[in-house]
């Protein structure tokens, strides 16, 4: 299980600062992506800033936008290792998935709390693993919805059944329910304001060795 720090801003500059104040403590970092239609926030979206950042880095980037397939094609720096997908939010999400596998990245499903079982049921076999979200797609800080713990048990069937599936739980975590959920053995765990909500090295250090120290 790995600690990710979430990057939900509405800058450039703000998502570069906070990378760097953990760059020395990890390499990998989740940043989610937004737009208006989609999520009713805004992100910063441009790609091409991704190069200021350093070479070394490992990006998750989760992209909560209404996705025409090409456009998935622009997401290609080299530091993007896993693209995170809502296939709901595409009129033609086989299309998507087939674009995004161009980029030879890990691709990840994104399963919102509106969304059944059964539409993921018809995509997931086609990925990498899954994103289970804790809060509605959009900005950072909402609270954790109790369902996720359901959405978690059937993402744990999904593991065992497709080879090397990994598990993402992603919004709402915090220090009240962290422990719940790590019954569930996560692969990654993202985490945007119980780091950054106050000193962010202190917290994803707690955070990490609360994840080393639980099994």
Not at 23 to 51: C, G, M, R, V, Y
């Amino acid at each position: 299980m790995k600690i990710i720090p979430s990057i939900n801003t509405e800058s450039f500059e703000i998502a570069k600062e906070r990378i760097n104040i953990l760059k020395n403590l990890t390499k990998e970092f989740h940043i989610d992506i937004s737009d208006i239609n989609f999520a009713n926030f805004q992100t910063w979206n441009n790609p091409k800033e991704l190069d200021k950042l350093d070479e070394n880095l490992k990006l998750q980037i989760h992209l909560m936008t209404k996705l025409k397939p090409q456009e998935v094609l622009k997401w290609s720096n080299h530091r993007i290792k896993i693209l995170i997908l809502h296939l709901e939010g595409c009129e033609l999400p086989h299309a998507l998935l087939k674009f995004a596998k161009k980029l030879k990245k890990e691709i990840i499903i994104a399963w919102s709390p509106a969304i059944g079982k059964e539409f993921i049921d018809e995509f997931v076999k086609f990925t990498n693993g899954i994103l289970v979200l804790g809060v509605y797609p959009g900005k950072s800080g909402q609270e954790f919805l109790s369902s996720t713990f359901e959405r978690l048990e059937v993402a744990i069937s999904y593991k065992k059944k497709f080879e090397k599936f990994k598990i993402f739980i992603d919004g709402g975590v915090n220090k009240e329910n962290i422990k719940e959920i790590l019954k569930f053995k996560p692969d990654y765990i993202i985490l945007g304001k119980a780091i950054f909500n106050g000193n962010p090295v202190e917290n994803y250090l707690f955070y990490s060795n609360l994840t080393k120290n639980y099994f």
